[in-house]
């Protein structure tokens, strides 16, 4: 079966950590951009990206400096290493699979429907 199946979501305190995964099976993520999207409000942020093959990484402004995405190329697995959490980091966290270029160009952060395959999210919420 192919599919995207994110976990690792829950409830943390401003300045906590998270570390969500994003598993892929039934297809490998060689040559696929993989991106981190946060829903709230039915909007779609892309707030992180990777392109699997050459494992570059890139992240939006909300988020830079604080999520780190890293890759197990053998569990065909990425992951979004969250510290210091805001409460504006709460939201409904999705993996999604699209053209590695989507990365490169920073296009990921505002072009979700250029993704074409998604997984169903993991709640994230932050709040004292």
């Known amino acids: 079966q192919v599919q995207l199946v994110e976990s690792g979501g829950g409830s943390a305190q401003p300045g906590g950590s998270l570390r969500l995964s994003c598993a892929a099976s039934?297809?490998?993520?060689?040559?696929?951009?993989v991106a981190w999207f946060r829903q709230n409000a039915g909007e779609r942020e892309g707030v992180a990206c990777m392109?699997?093959?050459?494992?570059?990484?890139y992240y939006s402004d909300s988020v830079k400096g604080r999520f780190t995405m890293s890759r197990d190329s053998g569990e065909n697995t990425v992951f979004l290493q969250m510290k210091d959490l805001k409460p504006e980091d709460t939201g409904l966290y999705l993996c999604?699979?699209?053209?590695?270029?989507?990365?490169?160009?920073?296009?990921?952060?505002?072009?979700?429907?250029?993704?074409?395959?998604w997984g169903q999210g993991t709640q994230v919420t932050v709040s004292s």
């Open positions: 039934g297809f490998t993520l060689n040559h696929y951009g």
């Open positions: 999604a699979t699209g053209a590695r270029s989507l990365c490169y160009s920073g296009d990921y952060r505002n072009s979700p429907k250029s993704f074409g395959f």
């Open positions: 392109a699997f093959t050459e494992n570059s990484t």
